[in-house]
């Protein structure tokens, strides 16, 4: 996908999560990448990197990639997804939902002590 | 220092805004078709033949999306209301731009909707725009065994169309190995074959598009009349 403007609508989220928690200045963020969101998170590294230049203080962003998890309809387990085989890994069964993975997600915020 | 767990869809508006699309338009009676494939493998093509086979019986129109040029749209004119949308170099339609044209093209109230999207297998996949059903196009001449390389787009797609079947006997193209491959990443996927240039397989793919508009309209009918009595 287009890491850039993942990055810019990153730091637009971080902007209405600063004015929901204005206790103190976020100073670091947890990224979590889907395996299947469409977006690679070296370069999604990068797209943030060249936005921090913008951004005084640095954020310190951690940015990690999870894998695709479904849970499956028929006997109720959850299934790590490998190579993108749609099965649940239990039973064999096709009918299965994923429930994580599609997307990218801010997880967590760290926030500055006020001064 | 203090960490809070947010969990923050970062794509949660874009979401919620193609929702809200979604549900205006088949509470007025319009079904919306996302359309995707690569770059030539016929969208434009079953578009005006879908065109021709509803005519007098289903109102269809169409917004095209491209880089540049308004191609499509010129191709399209005769036959249905159409827009072009150019990006100018987005490799993939976003829903504000979807509505935008929508509205330019006097926001009209048809049975069908198709946004015909920019030729890419990729970035579409990402993109809600909005749409009750997402249909992808593999052509005979793009080979069987794409679908695994492109899992999100067909693992969020819920039908599969293999076009240019006129061209089957000049190309190792096996349907079954294609569906096959398709069904392995969505089982879910209803699978139809057609020749624009044969016009052949348009009508059971219509009589599809019919039917998924009729049960989602008669599932909101449903709804409504519960509601009612609450």
């Given at each position: ?115 | ?97 979807v509505h935008r044209g929508r ?7 048809v049975d069908f909707l198709f ?116």
């Amino acid at each position: 996908m287009h890491e850039r403007s993942v990055a810019k609508n990153i730091l637009r989220e971080m902007e209405e999560l600063g004015q929901e928690y204005p206790q103190g200045r976020i100073a670091a963020v947890e990224i979590e990448v889907g395996l299947m969101s469409g977006v690679d998170a070296s370069l999604l590294a990068s797209a943030l990197e060249i936005e921090q230049d913008r951004m005084q203080p640095r954020i310190d962003f951690q940015i990690h990639t999870v894998s695709l998890l479904a849970h499956c309809g028929p006997c109720g387990k959850t299934s790590q997804i490998e190579s993108f085989v749609f099965s649940c890994i239990h039973c064999g069964s096709q009918q299965i939902d994923i429930t994580q993975g599609e997307s990218v997600r801010i997880l967590t915020i760290t926030l500055d002590d006020p001064s | 220092m203090r960490t809070i767990i947010v969990r923050r869809d970062i794509q949660a508006e874009a979401k919620r805004d193609a929702e809200v699309e979604r549900e205006e338009l088949i509470l007025r009676g319009t079904f919306v078709v996302n359309l995707v494939s690569s770059p030539g493998s016929g969208k434009t093509s079953l578009l005006a033949e879908m065109a021709r086979f509803w005519r007098n019986r289903f109102s269809m129109a169409v917004l095209v999306g491209d880089l540049e040029t308004d191609r499509d749209a010129q191709r399209l004119a005769p036959f249905c209301p159409v827009t072009q949308l150019t990006t100018g170099g987005a490799c993939h339609l976003e829903l504000p731009l979807v509505h935008r044209g929508r509205m330019a093209l006097g926001d009209p109230l048809v049975d069908f909707l198709f946004i015909e999207n920019i030729g890419n297998l990729v970035c579409p996949a990402s993109h809600d725009l909005g749409e009750h059903l997402r249909v992808v196009m593999l052509s005979v001449t793009d080979g069987d065994d794409k679908p695994g390389k492109y899992p999100k787009m067909f693992r969020t797609s819920h039908s599969l169309v293999i076009s240019k079947f006129d061209l089957a006997p000049y190309v190792p193209f096996v349907v079954e190995a294609a569906i096959n491959d398709a069904k392995s990443i969505q089982p879910n996927l209803a699978c139809f074959v057609i020749s624009s240039l044969n016009q052949t397989g348009i009508d059971t793919f219509c009589s599809y598009l019919e039917e998924q508009r009729a049960n989602l309209l008669a599932l909101l009918k449903q709804k409504r009349a519960v509601d009612a009595t609450l």
